[in-house]
C-alpha cells in the first residue's frame, strides 16, 4: 500500500446567481491511497478544503471571514480493461460535505446562519498516466440544511433535497526534478440546480441553483 499526501492552496468562488456570492483563497489537505491490499486495483482518495470568505448579496450586504469547510471523499476502480485508476478511464463512489458559517450580522443589520450539506455522487475520471487527469460527476442525492432559527427567532430550521448537479475538473501533474511530488494545478466547476420545495411559516423555500469555481495547485508528496 502506498499513501501520497498533498497540500494545496487555491481561490473559491461560490454564486447564487443574481443573489449572493462567497469568495475568497482556501487551503486543502489532499491524501491518496494506491495498492491497498484488500483492493489493490483501487484508489481512495479525499479532499480537505478550509476557507475564509467574504459574503457579499445585492439585498443583505455584506460580511467578511465567513469560514468554509468542503470535503470530498472518492473511491475509483479502473475501467475498460485499465489495469490502474491511474490510467485510462475509472468509476466509483463520492461522498461531499459543505459547510459555511455564515452567523452574526451583515453590514446592513441582516441575521446570518450555518448552511451544510451531504451529497452523494457518481465520479467518471480519465487518466493519461502523465500528465492530465479529467474528472466529472453526477449528483445522485444532496442534502442541504440551513439553519434559519439562528437568523431569527421567528424561522424555523429547514432541509432541503437536491437531485440535479455536475462538476469537471480538469488538473495537470507536473513531477519534481528529483522524483519526489509532483505539482498539480487544476479547475474546477460546480453546478447545483434548484433544490426541492420545503414548507416553513406558511412558505416555500428553495435552496436556489449555485455555481463554484475553484482554481488553485495542489503540491503531491509520494510516502514510502
Not at 465520479?123 to 442541504?144: C, F, I, K, Q, T
Request: neutral net charge; glycine residues 12%.
Amino acid at each position: 500500500m502506498r499513501t501520497h499526501i498533498g497540500f494545496s492552496a487555491g481561490v473559491n468562488r461560490y454564486q447564487e446567481p443574481g443573489l449572493m456570492q462567497l469568495l475568497g483563497a482556501e487551503m486543502g489537505l489532499h491524501p491518496r491511497i494506491t495498492g491497498w491490499h484488500a483492493m489493490p486495483q483501487a484508489q481512495l482518495e479525499g479532499d480537505v478544503f478550509l476557507g475564509k470568505q467574504r459574503y457579499t448579496s445585492t439585498e443583505s450586504g455584506s460580511i467578511n471571514g465567513v469560514t468554509n469547510i468542503e470535503t470530498r471523499w472518492r473511491g475509483l476502480l479502473p475501467l475498460f480493461g485499465s489495469t490502474s485508476p491511474q490510467v485510462g478511464f475509472s468509476s466509483g463512489v463520492a461522498v461531499h460535505t459543505l459547510w459555511n458559517d455564515l452567523r452574526g450580522r451583515s453590514s446592513t443589520g441582516a441575521g446570518g446562519y450555518e448552511r451544510s450539506a451531504v451529497q452523494l455522487w457518481l465520479p467518471v475520471r480519465w487518466a493519461s498516466g502523465d500528465v492530465w487527469e479529467l474528472d466529472a460527476g453526477l449528483l445522485m442525492y444532496g442534502r442541504h440544511s440551513s439553519k434559519l432559527s439562528e437568523a431569527s427567532k421567528g424561522y424555523d430550521d429547514i432541509v432541503n433535497t437536491q437531485h440535479r448537479g455536475q462538476y469537471a475538473q480538469v488538473s495537470m501533474k507536473v513531477p519534481s526534478s528529483n522524483g519526489d511530488g509532483s505539482l498539480k494545478p487544476f479547475v474546477r466547476y460546480t453546478h447545483l440546480a434548484d433544490s426541492n420545495e420545503a414548507v416553513m411559516g406558511g412558505k416555500y423555500w428553495v435552496e436556489p441553483e449555485s455555481q463554484r469555481w475553484q482554481i488553485g495547485a495542489v503540491w503531491e508528496f509520494n510516502t514510502p
